[in-house]
Every structure is written in C-alpha cells, then in structure tokens.
C-alpha cells in the first residue's frame, strides 16, 4: 500500500484536527505509523509531492520555532505551499469577525493551521470554514506535539503497550491536557506528578478517565514527584509559565520547584527511561541541563524532528 493509500485509509480527508478527543486510537496508530514511514521516504533523498498545488494557510497568533517551521517545510517536501499569516497582517487584527475570516480563507486556500490563545478561537474557525482546520496550539490543547510525542515513543518500545509515562510540572497546561487524552486513546499508563495548585482541571481528567477505561490505560496524579515517577519508561517535562501567565512566573517558580526534573528524580525511574520535552526549556528550572543534554537517555531533538514528519502525516491525512 503507498503512503497515500495508507492516508487516505485513515478517514480524515477534509476533516480538523482540533484536539486529540477528534482522534481514535487506530486514527492515531496509522498517522503514526504514516510519519515514520513519511521519515523514511525523507531520509532516502526521495522527493515526493502529493499535495502540489495545495496551500495551507498559517494563522499565528503565538510566536513559534517548531510549530512554524515543521509545518511549512512539511507543506513545501509534500510539493505544497503555505503561508504564514500573522495576527497583525490580517483584518482579523482590525476587528473582521473570525466567522468573516473563516469564510474567505476557505475560498482561497485548502487548509487553515492556527496557533492561538483561547480553544474556541480554532472552535469557531472550524465551525464556519469549509477547509480542515488544525489546531497548532491553544491554551487548552496541542494535538500535534502529541502525535510527535507519540511517534518518538513507538519508534523506541515498537508499542504503546505496557508503557509508564511520566508528566512532571505544571499540570494544568495544554500539554499535560493533550498528553493525558493521548495517552488514555493509545492505552499509554500516564501519570501527571504536580503540585496540588497545579492539577488538570476536573473536565480534563474525566475526560481522558473515561478514554482509559476502554482501552485499560491506567491514569494518575499525584503529587509526590518521587512516587510520579518510580518505574517510568519516560519523563516528560514543559516549562512551568506558558505564553500568556508570564504574570506568575514568580509562584510557579517557588510552588514547581519541588518538581524540577533532576538526576535524583530521575534516578528513581526505570534505568533506560527516555527524557522527553516539548521545547523550548529552560535549564535550570523545570529540568536541569544534564538531564536534557543527556545522550543516553535525553531524545528532545529526534522528538523535535518527529514534529515534521507528524505533521506531514496529519496535512496528508487532511488533503490527500
């Protein structure tokens, strides 16, 4: 079957991707698996394009490195093009509703990709576009680092069976929110290890509860960061102050402290456990530099690397 057989097959064309609730567990299993081979096809020298003539329109509202560059060097190996659209260079900026934007980037282009603030910004795009939508990032959500996240894990165990995953520090964020709904849709053990003032709100936790309960994934938060992480396969770390509460840098400083990712903490995890960040860090709080920079067991940067190749998976997916 050829990678754009095994895309089409996955049921997503023309559809969004807002978050990883939009996902089953074989959809996930299959862009996985679609990225890897994508990768391959990458590392050959092969040049592909099956999305030639297509465009992807790229709204940031959130400045970005990985997201940014993964997706429009994805569109551009596919024989595709995009655009990057920022906030400020568009009449959304000067008060055009997002219905109204929605409505005329669909006669343009063949697929929105927005990284924003709130979720119901991307909520109501999807709603009045008539193009896929893709959900760079909201405060709520980030599907697609997690399908990154996902791919690096399978390409290490070869499975999602039987595998402890360890969230450590803020765990009221987008990424311990998609990680948790991941995790439970793939059968992931995920524990979130945080700070009581930082827990997943309640929605968050029932929802991914109620995942696990059908594909056995077994979910938890404790706040003991020694009893987080015993016997993780990975640790898996972000920085404790998201874009946009940069106001309580300060508190979280002080209160996730206790969590910082270290070589004591790491140690009380399984001996080939794999460290995972979704990047940017900053060494010296959440984890410390011998932790991240760690050849052994540190796999940021092939992490990083996988945003390409599964955003390739999920762009040809959406327009194949």
Same mark, same amino acid.
């Given at each position: 079957?050829?990678? $754009?057989?095994?895309?089409?097959?996955?049921?997503?064309?023309? +559809?969004?991707?807002?978050?990883?609730?939009?996902?089953? +567990?074989?959809? %996930?299993?299959?862009?996985?698996?679609?990225?890897?081979?994508?990768?391959?096809? +990458?590392?050959?020298?092969?040049?592909?394009? *099956?999305?030639?003539?297509? @465009?992807?329109?790229?709204?940031?509202?959130?400045?970005?490195?990985?997201?940014?560059?993964?997706?429009?060097?994805?569109?551009?190996? #596919?024989?595709?093009?995009?655009?990057?659209?920022?906030?400020?260079?568009?009449?959304?900026?000067?008060?055009?509703? %997002?219905?109204?934007?929605?409505?005329?980037?669909?006669?343009?282009?063949?697929?929105?990709?927005?990284?924003?603030?709130?979720?119901?910004?991307?909520?109501?795009?999807?709603?009045?576009?008539?193009? *896929? $939508?893709?959900?760079? #990032? @909201?405060?709520?959500?980030? /599907?697609?680092?997690?399908?990154?996240?996902?791919?690096?894990?399978?390409?290490?165990?070869?499975?999602?069976?039987? %595998?402890?995953?360890?969230?450590?520090?803020?765990?009221?964020?987008?990424?311990?929110?998609?990680?948790?709904?991941?995790?439970?849709?793939?059968?992931?053990?995920?524990?979130?290890?945080?700070? *009581?003032?930082?827990? /997943?709100?309640?929605?968050?936790?029932?929802?991914?509860?109620?995942?696990?309960?059908?594909?056995?994934?077994?979910?938890?938060?404790?706040?003991? /960061?020694?009893?987080?992480?015993?016997?993780?396969?990975?640790?898996?770390?972000?920085?404790?102050?998201?874009?946009?509460?940069?106001?309580?840098?300060?508190?979280? #400083?002080?209160?996730?402290? *206790?969590?910082?990712?270290?070589?004591?903490?790491?140690?009380?995890?399984?001996?080939?456990?794999?460290?995972l960040h979704c990047l940017p860090a900053h060494r010296g709080?959440? $984890?410390?530099?011998?932790?991240?920079?760690?050849?052994?067991?540190?796999?940021?940067?092939?992490?990083?690397?996988?945003?390409?190749?599964?955003?390739?998976?999920?762009?040809?997916?959406?327009?194949?």
């Amino acid at each position: 079957m050829s990678y $754009v057989e095994k895309a089409k097959k996955i049921g997503l064309t023309n +559809k969004d991707c807002l978050a990883m609730t939009d996902l089953s +567990k074989e959809q %996930i299993i299959q862009l996985v698996e679609l990225a890897i081979d994508l990768k391959k096809i +990458k590392a050959s020298g092969e040049v592909i394009e *099956p999305l030639k003539g297509k @465009t992807l329109g790229m709204i940031f509202e959130k400045s970005s490195t990985r997201t940014r560059v993964s997706f429009e060097a994805g569109m551009t190996q #596919l024989g595709g093009h995009a655009l990057f659209l920022s906030s400020n260079d568009l009449q959304i900026g000067r008060g055009e509703t %997002i219905a109204d934007t929605a409505h005329v980037l669909s006669e343009f282009i063949d697929a929105i990709m927005i990284r924003t603030f709130k979720h119901e910004t991307v909520e109501e795009i999807a709603e009045h576009a008539s193009i *896929p $939508v893709i959900n760079g #990032l @909201t405060d709520l959500s980030h /599907p697609c680092q997690v399908l990154a996240d996902l791919q690096t894990i399978y390409e290490h165990k070869g499975t999602f069976e039987n %595998i402890t995953l360890a969230y450590v520090g803020d765990g009221n964020n987008n990424m311990a929110n998609s990680l948790l709904v991941g995790a439970a849709k793939v059968g992931i053990n995920c524990t979130i290890v945080t700070h *009581p003032k930082y827990e /997943p709100e309640a929605f968050v936790l029932e929802t991914a509860q109620a995942i696990a309960a059908e594909t056995g994934a077994v979910l938890k938060v404790v706040n003991d /960061p020694v009893e987080g992480v015993k016997d993780a396969d990975f640790i898996y770390t972000d920085v404790w102050t998201s874009m946009g509460f940069e106001d309580e840098a300060k508190v979280r #400083l002080e209160k996730l402290m *206790p969590y910082q990712v270290n070589t004591e903490l790491v140690s009380h995890a399984k001996d080939d456990y794999l460290f995972l960040h979704c990047l940017p860090a900053h060494r010296g709080e959440e $984890v410390t530099a011998d932790v991240i920079d760690d050849e052994k067991h540190s796999v940021v940067f092939q992490e990083a690397g996988n945003r390409l190749h599964a955003q390739k998976a999920l762009l040809l997916a959406l327009l194949a």
